[in-house]
């Protein structure tokens, strides 16, 4: 069964007999529509992101036993085409200004699949980077994480983290 992403609730007809979602950020997948959906397996999401899905309520279902749905997503995969975007931007930043990229700085907050990107091609141009990922410092001891003011006091600021909550953030509160 095909159905665009935003009619994808529990109120479709024929989602009962589904065993397998595979969707965009558009669909929000939330009890209601578990319930609706007995013999869910799997969820597969062409997104980085997880925030569209109620991934506590499938914990809740998968650890009562009464279930067992696989959730899948795809981490990195528009990495390069969101440093292409990034770096787009950057340069008719630069072009509108008179200015030459290298004599820019960068701050990137965020240094997973797509800050890393948007770092490697400034590096590429000797831009200087200023890299801000908190979280990232925790659990890697090698990293060292710019302080916020430092990252928003570059000529240019890109971010590239999750979308949480304020509960669910690993990010302390910006300052």
């Not at 609730?9 to 007999?17: I, S």
């Not at 990195?76 to 200015?99: M, P």
Request: glycine residues 8%.
């Amino acid at each position: 069964m095909f159905a665009k992403g935003q009619d994808i609730t529990p109120e479709l007809p024929t989602l009962g007999d589904a065993e397998a979602l595979i969707i965009r950020s558009v669909t929000k997948v939330t009890m209601p529509l578990l319930s609706a959906t007995p013999g869910l397996r799997y969820i597969c999401t062409a997104t980085i992101g997880l925030d569209h899905i109620d991934e506590k309520a499938i914990a809740h279902l998968n650890a009562a036993g009464a279930r067992d749905i696989r959730v899948i997503h795809a981490p990195g995969v528009t990495a390069e085409a969101v440093a292409d975007y990034v770096w787009k931007n950057i340069f008719d930043l630069a072009s509108h200004r008179g200015q030459p990229v290298d004599a820019l700085t960068l701050g990137i907050v965020g240094y997973g699949n797509c800050g890393k990107a948007v770092a490697r091609r400034a590096e590429m141009l000797r831009m200087k980077v200023v890299l801000c990922d908190p979280p990232l410092q925790c659990r890697d001891r090698s990293f060292i994480s710019a302080s916020y003011k430092e990252v928003y006091g570059c000529h240019i600021v890109t971010v590239h983290v999750p979308l949480t909550g304020p509960d669910e953030s690993d990010y302390p509160p910006f300052t």
